[in-house]
């Protein structure tokens, strides 16, 4: 078993290194994770003192630069990189479960039960997303968890509608059939059966999710619907957007890194989905 | 004889991730003013890719015509530039296809469609046109033309549809009617309807057809000649009644026997043993040894040369006793 | 013809439970607060009194059992009262309607010239297929999609107000400024450039890569080469047999958009001070004016499910087939 999933991995790995692009992304990637787990570590300045003079350019002392209220634009970046990968990772999981049981529950089952789920599933996609994120966070106050579950809460539809199809184009199959035969449970053969089989497409998807998920996130704190004790990029261009006219790097910095963030998360998602969807190869 | 098309040596190739394969290898054969020529042979054999290479519609992308002449009315077709050939496509040679369903767009009326060819060639004024669609339609049989032409393909059946093809097809008063499999997609009391239509027409038109089917019930209805295929190659050719009276060539027997096309029809068809090779995995020399009841080592040895009696050609070794190079 | 309008009719029945659905949502999420409404809005307004708390709950009904609640307040919602804003102390649906022309005006320019150039863009990458302006476009989507909206519009603001001071950063109408009726709609448009240019670059991307692909799935079918076989050229083919299909599948996404749109346009908004809902929001989250965040969700819902119901007769119109379901 073991074995057989590591040499999965392997050629797994093999596909997805022919996209070079792909690869860059994975690099990219690679780059911010270490950024955000250690950076905070190797350059301890906190992003909220405010220890140098307002709106200085990139300095010795300040690589980066210093914002509106004198504090480290570095030390900002590499807090911000926390939190955005965090609720941008920890929202599309728990959307992506989400997603997975309900798709999985109106696939297999079909019947009353898909017509309810599905009908749900098309009402929350017809929700504009943002709004009902930023409702959400206004209600509950913001905080690191309700951000993250405001993102699940408006990203959780496209999954399920996915998930959907992929157990029900499974569920018709002979192999399921003799699943069911053997005496397998229902359960068995949802999680044991299909779920390997369907989860291919899922996975990629939820790869791409993260990128919309630190793109919303973003947003919400822009808005000024960021954890208040917390500095995330959004907040940071915020903060910059008032020194516009005279420090225009200020708002750049923190944009330029979302944007080769989301962008390599993009690649990287681009490249699983050829890995493994290798079908769809061809454009 | 001064042929219409004279195709010679056509080779046609598709790239594929396993590198360039080889659909038609170096076939040549004519076809005379107002002769229906029939191409047959199993699916796979190269059949289609011969009809869009005529017209060159191998999609730029997956394959080209590798080789070889296409000479129509004089003009090498295969050496013609874009602009120009597309003054032959529909108006001097027209094309219809196996699936009427699949070959009509969707979401325009059969009147446009059918119009089409005929203002791009300008055939007819804009304002004559739809009175042409409608003629058009009657001479294909379509009941109540006026109010066919508004209507969608998803309206009509099956059958009507191949009309409505027919009638796109000859639109232009093209020379040559090359048509692909054009009763395989329909219905078995419609397939007759259609191909005394195409026989009928031709008569009427004074056009050349160029019949693709492996239906070689209605080769020997409606063919003077044959030409039959496998995996690329063309293995025999001839008129059609000495051909099935006599065939020359095992593959062309085997297929006899597999259509049962004049026996009891109790009797059980006879298949030929094997399957169509891959193009990429070709055995070396004549590609249907390994399916041959015949097959002698020299078979394996080298590619048959084309032999020659009369009007007959085939690649077979054991034509030789009895037949010259070509 | 007839099973055309009895399927336009059917379609638009489907809006009654969707806005419905709607409705059940907003009752929902006012309840789900911790605290009851009235607390949560009297808290969240700033200046809570107990008189105030008192009269908010009995303005609410929240004295009353809840299921009588929530049938008065989907009765109200219904007939589009969607309370009065604390803050602001007018109707929500008149704070709403007041601001909904602008975003419209911002939302349509940007989705109008984006598909446009979009489609353009998507035909001849197909055309292209494989080509260096196929992988430019390519490239460049891909970073456009990876662009924060609200920082993009910041960008453009540092390049063409501040820089190049050729289009104002900020507004919808010069401020002070007497123009005739022909040049105050100049003046709008000119306003109106970096904010639709921003809300819509993401969506000329989108739109590029959706009609490229779906071209290209067109591109192989069968009524394609019957179309080559008639002697027509790759460009016309491409513009009338191909794109009319292509469209299609593009069509039904359109209606997806809009509130992918509608969440755009409110930070678009908040950067370049549109008064439009985004405005509003900005306000409202700014003032914890929960009702008015609740009536702009709801609002923005219904013309979301309104423009779906907008965008399936469209397609029912683009293909002839869908009369005969
Ligand atoms: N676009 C293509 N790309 C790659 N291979 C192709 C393509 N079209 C046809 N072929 C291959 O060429 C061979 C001949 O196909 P075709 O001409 O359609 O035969 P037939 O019409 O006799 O069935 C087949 O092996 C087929 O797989
Ligand atoms: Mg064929």
């Known amino acids: 078993m073991t074995v057989q999933v590591a040499s999965g991995v392997v050629s797994l790995w093999h596909r997805f290194r022919r996209n070079r692009a792909a690869v860059l992304g994975l690099a990219i990637m690679a780059l911010i994770v270490l950024a955000a787990a250690f950076g905070p570590l190797l350059y301890p300045v906190d992003p909220f003192d405010m220890l140098g003079r307002p709106s200085t350019v990139p300095s010795q002392r300040f690589p980066l630069g210093t914002d509106v209220s004198g504090r480290d634009i570095l030390a900002g970046l590499l807090h911000g990189a926390r939190v955005s990968l965090l609720i941008g990772i920890a929202a599309s999981l728990a959307a992506t479960l989400v997603g997975l049981v309900v798709g999985a529950l109106a696939g297999y089952f079909g019947g009353w039960l898909d017509a309810v789920l599905m009908r749900t599933t098309d009402f929350f996609l017809t929700i504009p997303s943002f709004v009902l994120a930023v409702l959400i966070v206004a209600i509950f106050q913001p905080s690191v968890l309700i951000i993250t579950a405001s993102i699940a809460v408006v990203s959780w539809p496209s999954v399920a509608r996915l998930a959907r199809a992929e157990f029900v184009s499974h569920q018709g199959r002979d192999y399921v059939d003799a699943c069911r035969a053997m005496g397998m449970s229902n359960a068995e053969i949802m999680l044991r059966q299909i779920l390997p089989n369907a989860l291919p497409p899922v996975i990629v998807i939820a790869s791409l999710m993260v990128a919309t998920a630190i793109l919303t996130e973003s947003g919400l704190s822009f808005l000024g619907l960021g954890d208040p004790n917390i500095i995330s990029w959004g907040y940071m261009i915020g903060v910059g957007r008032t020194v516009l006219r005279t420090a225009w790097w200020m708002s750049a910095i923190p944009g330029v890194t979302i944007l080769i963030t989301v962008l390599a998360i993009n690649l990287v998602g681009e490249g699983l989905n050829e890995a493994l969807n290798p079908r769809m190869r061809q454009r | 004889m001064s042929a219409l098309l004279r195709v010679s040596d056509l080779t046609v190739e598709y790239d594929t991730l396993g590198g360039a394969l080889r659909a038609v290898d170096g076939v040549s054969f004519t076809i005379a003013p107002g002769e229906t020529v029939a191409i047959v042979g199993e699916s796979g054999s190269g059949k289609s890719s011969i009809a869009h290479a005529l017209l060159r519609l191998i999609p730029r992308a997956s394959g080209r015509i590798a080789g070889g002449r296409i000479e129509f009315a004089g003009e090498d077709l295969a050496a013609l530039p874009e602009h120009a050939m597309r003054r032959v496509r529909g108006a001097r040679i027209g094309m219809i296809f196996q699936d009427p369903m699949m070959a009509l767009n969707p979401v325009y009326t059969i009147g446009r469609q059918i119009a089409e060819p005929l203002l791009l060639h300008g055939s007819v004024p804009v304002r004559r046109a739809m009175d042409r669609v409608v003629e058009l339609l009657t001479l294909v049989g379509v009941p109540a033309p006026e109010e066919r032409i508004r209507q969608y393909p998803h309206n009509l059946s099956g059958g009507m549809r191949q009309r409505v093809m027919i009638a796109m097809a000859l639109a232009s008063g093209p020379r040559l009617l090359i048509a692909d499999e054009p009763t395989t997609a329909l219905d078995v009391t419609v397939q007759a309807q259609v191909l005394a239509l195409v026989d009928e027409l031709k008569a009427r038109l004074g056009m050349a057809v160029l019949l693709i089917t492996h239906d070689l019930a209605v080769v020997s209805e409606v063919a003077a000649r044959v030409v039959v295929m496998y995996a690329g190659r063309k293995v025999e050719e001839g008129p059609v009644n000495e051909v099935f009276a006599d065939p020359a060539h095992p593959y062309t027997r085997g297929l006899l026997a597999a259509s049962d096309w004049s026996g009891d029809p109790r009797e059980r068809l006879r298949e030929i043993p094997g399957t169509v090779p891959a193009l990429a995995e070709l055995p070396e020399g004549c590609s249907f040894w390994p399916r041959c009841p015949d097959a002698e080592p020299r078979c394996r040895a080298a590619r048959p040369a084309e032999l020659a009696s009369g009007a007959r050609r085939a690649s077979c070794v054991h034509a030789e006793r009895i037949w010259r190079p070509s | ?325």
């Not at chain 3, 009995?58 to 049938?71: A, M, N, T």
């Not at chain 3, 984006?114 to 302006?133: E, K, N, P, Q």
């Not at chain 3, 306003?191 to 067109?218: C, E, K, N, Q, W």
């Open chain 3, 1 to 325: 013809m007839t099973s055309r309008l009895s399927y336009v009719a059917l379609r638009a029945l489907q809006v009654i439970p969707a806005v419905l659905a709607i409705a059940v949502l907003n009752f929902i999420l006012l309840h789900m607060a911790p605290g009851d409404a009235a607390d949560v809005i009297a808290g969240l307004s700033g200046h809570a009194s107990a008189e105030m708390t008192a009269e908010l709950r009995r303005s609410f009904g929240l004295d009353q059992p809840l299921i009588v609640q929530f049938f008065v307040y989907i009765g109200r919602l219904l007939t589009l009262d969607l309370g009065i804003s604390l803050i602001q102390s007018r109707p929500v649906v008149e704070l709403i309607a007041e601001r909904m022309g602008a975003t419209l005006i911002l939302m349509l320019t940007a989705i109008g010239v984006a598909v446009g150039i979009g489609l353009l863009l998507g035909i001849l990458a197909a055309l292209r297929h494989r080509s260096w302006t196929d992988t430019a476009l390519s490239v460049l989507a891909l970073v456009v999609y990876a662009t924060p909206q609200f920082w993009l519009g910041l960008m453009l603001i540092v390049f063409f107000s501040i820089t190049l001071d050729i289009f104002p950063s900020g507004g919808m109408r010069t401020i002070g400024a007497e123009f005739g009726p022909i040049h105050s709609v100049l003046d709008v448009a000119r306003h109106l450039v970096l904010p639709a240019g921003t809300l819509g670059l993401f969506y000329v991307a989108l739109y590029t890569r959706l009609m490229r692909t779906s071209m290209l799935d067109i591109m192989t079918l069968d009524y394609i080469t019957t179309a080559r076989a008639k002697g027509m050229s790759e460009l016309r083919i491409a513009f009338t047999h191909a794109a009319r299909n292509a469209l299609l599948p593009i069509v039904t996404l359109l209606g997806v958009q809009v509130g992918h749109l509608l969440g755009g346009s409110i930070l678009v908004e908040t950067v370049f001070g549109w008064p439009g809902l985004g405005r509003l929001v900005l306000d409202a989250l700014l003032q914890r004016d929960l009702v008015l965040l609740l009536g702009i969700l709801f609002i923005s819902s219904v013309v979301v499910v309104l423009t779906n119901l907008l965008v399936d007769v469209i397609y029912g119109l683009l293909d002839p087939r869908l009369a005969r379901k």
